[in-house]
């Protein structure tokens, strides 16, 4: 009866809020799920998905598969609040970077994206390659539609593309992740560029074709 009233007593104070998909949560109802409260993780489960399953839809191409996902991040997550300080933690950047960490494992452990990078004869191959592609694909399209190109690209240059222009991850940091060298990340970024532009100019041609009929 306790431990209800206070999870109450909580909800009525509005501790949780989300606004345009940032969390704020309060060190209490953290405290309190590290404390194995279930009401209170399954508040925060709730305020958890709406802020965190559009990341798990950037790397899955359905919305069971993801769902999936986030049930284990959000496990990892649970259990990474009884070893944080809870005082000072800033929840929304923790909890996201460990579901994208959570989405990188799954992702690694399917050792068939392996396939998926080709070897290049040389760094300075995969340098030259990246450097010589602009940024015009994502600058001239709505994220939206972004993701939704994404899924018609190889999926390793897609998940290279995602953490760079979309989490903010740099080369050295997407190369540890995935196992691959700085240079490759690079190409794979370069490639998804490319891409992303062939699929637009399509579409565009598409466009101007219905129009001319």
Not at 40 to 58: N, S
Not at 66 to 89: Q, S
Not at 123 to 152: D, P, R
């Amino acid at each position: 009866m306790e431990r209800q009233a206070k999870f109450t007593k909580l909800r009525e104070n509005c501790q949780i809020r989300t606004i345009r998909r940032i969390m704020h949560i309060s060190t209490e109802i953290l405290q309190a799920c590290a404390d194995d409260d279930r009401r209170a993780q399954k508040q925060l489960y709730e305020h958890c998905y709406k802020a965190l399953i559009q990341v798990c839809m950037r790397y899955h191409t359905n919305h069971e598969d993801a769902r999936f996902a986030f049930n284990n991040g959000f496990l990892k997550i649970l259990n990474g609040l009884r070893d944080v300080d809870l005082a000072t933690i800033h929840f929304g950047g923790w909890s996201k970077r460990i579901m994208v960490n959570t989405l990188i494992d799954e992702y690694r452990r399917n050792r068939n994206h392996q396939t998926s990078i080709f070897a290049r004869e040389t760094e300075g191959e995969l340098e030259f390659h990246a450097e010589n592609v602009t940024n015009q694909a994502e600058s001239n399209i709505q994220v939206e539609h972004i993701m939704a190109l994404l899924k018609t690209i190889p999926p390793i240059s897609a998940h290279v593309f995602v953490l760079y222009v979309i989490d903010g991850y740099n080369h050295k940091e997407i190369g540890e992740m995935l196992d691959i060298t700085d240079g490759t990340s690079k190409w794979h970024l370069s490639t998804a560029r490319k891409l992303l532009r062939d699929r637009l100019e399509q579409l565009e041609e598409l466009k101007e074709k219905r129009f001319a009929i």
